[in-house]
Antibody, heavy 116, light 108 residues
């Protein structure tokens, strides 16, 4: 069974940092691009970042560029999102999603709350 | 940035009725459009990709149509488990994916 499990969310103060992880299983992780998508409370979906299978290509939404860093470790079947200089507007559930043209499947998400 | 506008924001229907959800793009996305379903407390699930192809395991009552700027998700006969929020997504402007704001399908 293909499975994605996020972790690392929590409460952090504005200006702080957090590192999210996504553990993948049930498929050949190194063959797929991966993405982070977030959803603010009660709001819609926002694409955050994408990384190609070999980490050769990395992209960010303008809203996080320069503050967030996506990475992966294919040996550990894991995806990461390092989030620095966090702002209140970064508060959201963060999902990782496998990409093969489209996002399928998604993990269950991890909540990041940025508040003083 | 390609903006996707979904309508209506909320759709109130009864089980057994037909649901028609719309997604309009600010510029042509060809057929590079997908639909996702999200239930409360759950992650989104891929329903339709490339405008009209059902994802694996998706019931035949779900269908997608359209190309260019106007797209439709149709649920032919609503089941109780279909009441959820539906999002469209484009990948024409890869990798700058964008989503619509969602349509909430609620029980009337």
């Amino acid at each position: 069974e293909v499975q994605l499990v996020e972790s690392g969310g929590g409460l952090v103060k504005p200006g702080g940092s957090l590192r999210l992880s996504c553990a993948a299983s049930g498929f050949t992780f190194s063959s797929y691009s991966m993405n982070w998508v977030r959803q603010a409370p009660g709001k819609g979906l926002e694409w955050v970042s994408s990384i190609s299978s070999s980490s050769s290509y990395i992209y960010y939404a303008d809203s996080v560029k320069g503050r967030f860093t996506i990475s992966r470790d294919n040996a550990k079947n894991s995806l990461y999102l390092q989030m620095n200089s966090l702002r209140a507007e970064d508060t959201a559930v963060y999902y990782c999603a496998r990409e093969k043209d489209w996002f399928d499947p998604w993990g269950q998400g991890t909540l990041v709350t940025v508040s003083s | 940035e390609i903006v996707l506008t979904q309508s209506p924001a909320t759709l109130s229907l009864s089980p057994g009725e037909r649901a028609t959800l719309s997604c309009r793009a600010s510029q042509s996305v060809s057929s590079y459009l997908a639909w996702y379903q999200q239930k409360p407390g759950q992650a989104p699930r891929l329903l339709i990709y490339d405008a009209s192809n059902r994802a694996t395991g998706i019931p035949a009552r779900f269908s997608g149509s359209g190309s260019g700027t106007d797209f439709t998700l149709t649920i032919s006969s609503l089941e109780p488990e279909d009441f959820a929020v539906y999002y469209c997504q484009q990948r024409s402007n890869w990798p700058l994916y964008t989503f619509g704001q969602g349509t909430k399908l609620e029980i009337k």
